[in-house]
């Protein structure tokens, strides 16, 4: 019997995982939303046929599993109205809330509960998420299945071993996106400064990074591999990778990486004791 799930929040990430468990069939009638904001229950009542709440009262007490989609500064007071309700039905956490550590849930809904915290990324939106999961001690095998189950209606999904790599994660796939963007950004600039008008170089750009994508997605060699079968010495590939390696971009990716690292842990430790 499927899973009633409750979305606390119906912002875009939430309604891209509705989305994605309608079409993984996950029964309509199982699906809820509570959202106070009218103008996103009009929207989402536009886009889905499912029960659609202003307040929780009426759907939490029927539900096996709670998705916490809403804005990181309004997390406390939202888990503080939910706690009462909580105590009467204890039930699967799902937090897709950025920066908030499991403890602070658990000690703002008033409990010890099973809770699974999850990285996703943007690309979720379109169906091609790279999402890492953390489950606290208390969550079962049976819930972990549910939750990755949830999740990977938006894409991949990968668990880790501990919270703290939540950080590596948001770091690595959670701001990913945004260094692919820039790299692109960079390339189309230059082949326009070159002179190909810009569609051309934005269609080749962005064609010759899904297909490197694809690729490395459909190929059992690594990467490092790859990328030494596409470079003949003496060509232009080594050329443009030897100009690369003089400025050090890898020294600069890794700092890049380990500055976001570090600031997903600061504000994880903002996040939590300001509220």
Not at 2 to 10: C, P, S
Request: charged share 20%.
């Amino acid at each position: 019997m499927a899973e009633n799930i409750v979305f606390i929040g119906g912002g875009n990430m939430a309604r891209s995982l509705i989305g994605g468990l309608l079409q993984a069939q996950h029964p309509q009638q199982n699906l809820f939303v509570v959202d106070p904001n009218t103008q996103a229950r009009q929207l989402l009542r536009s886009q889905f046929d499912i029960a659609i709440e202003s307040t929780a009262e009426k759907v939490l007490s029927q539900a096996d599993v709670v998705l916490l989609a809403v804005k990181p500064q309004v997390l406390k007071e939202v888990c503080v109205e939910l706690a009462p309700i909580f105590k009467q039905r204890p039930c699967l956490v799902i937090s897709i809330v950025a920066g908030i550590k499991l403890s602070s849930i658990n000690h703002w809904l008033g409990g010890d509960y099973p809770i699974v915290r999850v990285m996703p990324n943007t690309p979720a939106l379109i169906g091609e998420g790279a999402s890492g999961l953390y489950a606290n001690p208390k969550v079962s095998e049976k819930q972990k299945e549910i939750a990755q189950n949830i999740v990977s209606a938006v894409g991949t999904t990968v668990w880790v071993s501990s919270e703290k790599l939540l950080n590596v994660v948001t770091a690595l796939s959670g701001s990913g996106p945004a260094y692919h963007f820039y790299f692109m950004e960079i390339m189309i600039r230059w082949a326009t400064a070159a002179g190909l008008p810009e569609n051309i170089a934005k269609t080749l750009t962005l064609n010759t990074a899904k297909g490197a994508a694809l690729m490395a997605l459909s190929n059992d060699m690594e990467v490092d591999e790859l990328r030494r079968q596409v470079t003949s010495k003496g060509g232009t590939t080594e050329a443009a990778l030897k100009s690369l390696e003089s400025e050090n971009l890898e020294r600069l990716l890794s700092r890049a990486l380990e500055a976001a690292n570090q600031r997903a842990d600061q504000l994880a430790k903002e996040l939590g004791e300001s509220q």
